[in-house]
């Protein structure tokens, strides 16, 4: 769909508008604005200047997004913009035009609501570099507590209850189960495996040979029982304090960051509902705001005349 495809289309829909939902004169020109403005943004991110409504992402969409925010539009002008043009879609795609809604998946920040605190990449490589300076065997413990934290976006208490048995070195998948006995397995790194392996090999069977009846969880605490989640709560805190944090350290933290960096890369809103655990979609739409930062790179990566 060339530019001209792409107005023609827009043009359709304005009919549509006018003639069968017969809307005022003053919304269709609200309308018209909001989806010219829009395809002006798409138009200048393309380098040939083809506008194909039919490939847009979510990810363009969450850049779109990025630019008005950044040029200061307010919070209610943002929504009808997403509003009209999720409509817009939804006109094309009942024409037939496109396949899917890039718009359906957008959940903008309401007033008052807060966004999930996550971790930036430079608090996160001194709280590693922090664990990975202790080889005694509460380091190793706690190196990979931080990979197993990060690495695979499992809640506190998931991680309290990980045995040894679900976790599959060879693979480099962990069975985690979460609320409602549900089961799933996600996928961990080569850091987290090198940590687990030197974990199991000289860090947990020193903790374990300090209690006689020897669990099976993963995680243990300086007494040889398994850590609980108010210990490992403890535990983060602790690494904070260390890392010259300002920031409380939470578990959470760690899964809302988790989230974020995987949409910064461009997962899509499914994978990462299967990785949470997240029964509903709902529920992780959340995450669907991406860092200024991330954008703004994105941006100048694919934007020709962004850099000039």
Not at 171 to 182: D, L
Not at 256 to 279: K, P
């Amino acid at each position: 769909m060339t530019v001209n495809e792409a107005e023609r289309a827009k043009q359709l829909f304005l009919d549509y508008l006018r003639i069968e939902r017969q809307y005022s004169l003053e919304t269709q020109k609200a309308y018209e604005g909001d989806i010219a403005e829009f395809l002006t943004f798409l138009s200048g991110t393309q380098a040939t200047k083809s506008i194909v409504l039919s490939n847009i992402t979510s990810f363009d969409v969450r850049v779109f997004l990025s630019e008005l925010y950044e040029k200061g539009d307010g919070s209610r002008t943002i929504a009808r913009k997403v509003s009209s043009l999720r409509s817009f879609y939804r006109f094309l795609i009942n024409n037939e035009m496109v396949a899917e809604n890039p718009f359906v998946g957008i959940v903008l920040k309401k007033p008052g609501q807060h966004l999930p605190r996550y971790f930036y990449q430079k608090e996160l490589t001194k709280m590693f570099d922090v664990v990975m300076t202790d080889q005694s065997a509460l380091g190793l413990r706690n190196h990979l507590l931080l990979e197993m934290l990060y690495g695979t976006g499992a809640r506190v208490s998931e991680i309290a209850n990980m045995t040894l048995q679900n976790v599959d070195s060879h693979a480099r998948v962990v069975t985690i189960t979460g609320k409602g006995n549900k089961t799933r397995i996600v996928p961990f790194g080569r850091y987290a495996a090198d940590a687990l392996a030197k974990y199991l090999k000289t860090g947990r069977p020193v903790l374990a040979s300090k209690q006689a009846d020897t669990s099976n969880k993963l995680f243990l605490n300086q007494r040889g029982a398994p850590v609980t989640t108010a210990g490992i709560e403890y535990i983060l805190k602790q690494i904070g304090k260390k890392s010259g944090l300002t920031q409380e350290v939470t578990a959470h933290m760690f899964r809302h960051t988790f989230a974020t960096d995987l949409l910064n890369n461009q997962a899509d809103l499914r994978t990462v509902q299967q990785l949470l655990g997240h029964s509903s979609l709902s529920t992780t739409q959340i995450y669907t705001h991406v860092t200024t930062d991330a954008l703004q790179k994105s941006y100048r990566n694919f934007f020709p005349r962004a850099s000039e």
